[in-house]
């Protein structure tokens, strides 16, 4: 009997986890040697990446498949670049199920008009904060009041309404603000967390988290509030974190402290893969690169990364190098042009 117990134990766990690997809906074009039917994060929008039809500016834009969802994460910079990326990739932007903002910079949401105009309706999370672009709410009486003023003085004429709302830059959209960790689908979660560095003081950012069997795949936009307290708040959830893709925001970080990030996140928190993008900048790549090996990914624009145990199985092998020759070239001219979104000055 404890026997055959045993046996129908591991075989629901084997079909849990075969279930969630294949889950994701198949996409449209995708190259021969993708399966289709295994989670993946595809990146949409970045100043790197292999010769091909896609357009590299900077910004940050990826389409995540796991656990039965088609998420976009992020929209890039320019809607015309992040529609025709998304368009040569084969997303179709009306059947994904929802939108996670990571932040309220412009080389992260300027892609959602376009999402809009295809997928009016679909749900957007996004940061909750006083007054932010994407819409907030606050209760009248975080201002103070003066009755003996006369009406005409008065805000509201001395009758606010208990909740004041105020409007979104994309009016009538879809928006659900996040201000904590919630878990918004079965095994997703979002992580919220405050920025406390200067330049970004105060800034909210959402970094999307997918527990799966092997651990936490955990995609960040720009890491704002640092990716090493980004994966400490993920562990809560669960403390193995099996891979990381996205911005860490190192890209004007001296060698130093890029080396106790590194150091932080391999040994620490020991997490199995990383796939850099965006704003980790070219010291952090080759850091990053030296520390991981080949649990290195190499995350240009247009790459797909699997998201199951081992993310090269049946997507192609891939180079594990940060950059070939090109791609720093323009990583570097474009970084150049926007390097004013880091506080410093373009030389």
Known sequence: MIALLRFAVAAL????????????????NQPATVDAMKPRLTVLYDAFGKASDMQKDWGYSALVEAGGKRILFDTGNDPVIFANNAKDKGVDLATIDFVVMSHRHSDHMGGLSHVLAVNPKVK?????????????????????????LPTEMRYFDGSPPQVMKFGTAW?????????????????????ALISDK?????????????????????????????????VEATTAINNRIHLIAGGLHLVV??????????????????????????????????????????????AGLGTVIGLGANPRAGLGEGPTFAMEQ?????????????LISFGRPQK
């Open 253 to 298: 970080t001296q060698d130093a402290d890029i080396a106790k990030i590194v150091t932080a996140l391999h040994s620490t928190y020991r997490v199995t893969w990383v796939a850099p993008g965006h704003c980790t900048g070219e010291p952090a790549f080759a850091a990053l690169q030296q520390a991981f090996g080949e649990h290195y990914l190499y």
């Open 326 to 338: 090109d791609d720093m070239r323009i990583y570097r001219e474009i970084m150049r042009r926007d």
């Open 124 to 148: 957007i999370y996004a940061p909750k904060e006083s007054f932010g672009i994407y819409g907030s709410s606050l209760d009248s009486s975080f201002y103070r009041k003066d009755e003996a």
């Open 198 to 230: 200067p330049g970004t003081l105060e800034l909210k950012e959402l970094s999307l988290a997918i527990d799966t069997p092997e651990g936490i795949v955990l995609v960040v936009g720009c890491s704002h509030p640092g990716i090493d307290k980004i």
């Open 171 to 191: 009016l009538g959209a879809n928006f659900e603000l996040i201000d904590k960790t919630t878990e918004i689908a079965p095994g997703i979660h979002l992580i």
């Open 13 to 28: 766990s084997t079909l849990a986890i075969s279930a969630w690997a294949h889950a994701a809906p198949q996409p449209k």
